[in-house]
Nanobody, 126 residues
Framework: QLQLAESGGGLVQPGGSLRLSCEAV????????ITWFRQTPGKEREAISC????????YYSDSMKGRFTISRDNAKNTVYLQMNGLNSADTAVYYC???????????????????WGKGTLVTVSS
């Protein structure tokens, strides 16, 4: 069973930074495109960014592009989301997801992904 595990969330002050991690559990991340999403209660899930198996990067939101950076370290079997300049609107549960091996980064509108992590909560507050 393909599993993803997010970590790195927490409480951060406005203007602060966090780095989220998405670790592949019991499979090798090298052959997978990984997409980060976020969701707040009452709102639709929002795609943030995707990194392909060839390290191509796609950003899905102008509000986050330039503040959020996706990267991967295949040696650590992990994809990261570096988030800078955080504000209260960034408070959400952040998820990583994939459509399986050798899949491409999804093209909007993104209707769903095949495999999801359980999410990590980011709270931006003073």
């Amino acid at each position: 069973q393909l599993q993803l595990a997010e970590s790195g969330g927490g409480l951060v002050q406005p203007g602060g930074s966090l780095r989220l991690s998405c670790e592949a559990v019991r499979f090798t991340l090298d052959y997978y495109a990984i997409t980060w999403f976020r969701q707040t209660p009452g709102k639709e899930r929002e795609a943030i960014s995707c990194i392909s198996l060839n390290d191509g990067v796609t950003y899905y939101s102008d509000s986050m592009k330039g503040r959020f950076t996706i990267s991967r370290d295949n040696a650590k079997n992990t994809v990261y989301l570096q988030m800078n300049g955080l504000n209260s609107a960034d408070t959400a549960v952040y998820y990583c997801a994939t459509d399986g091996p050798y899949s491409d980064c999804p093209t909007p509108p993104i209707n769903g992904m095949d495999y999801w992590g359980k999410g990590t909560l980011v709270t931006v507050s003073s």
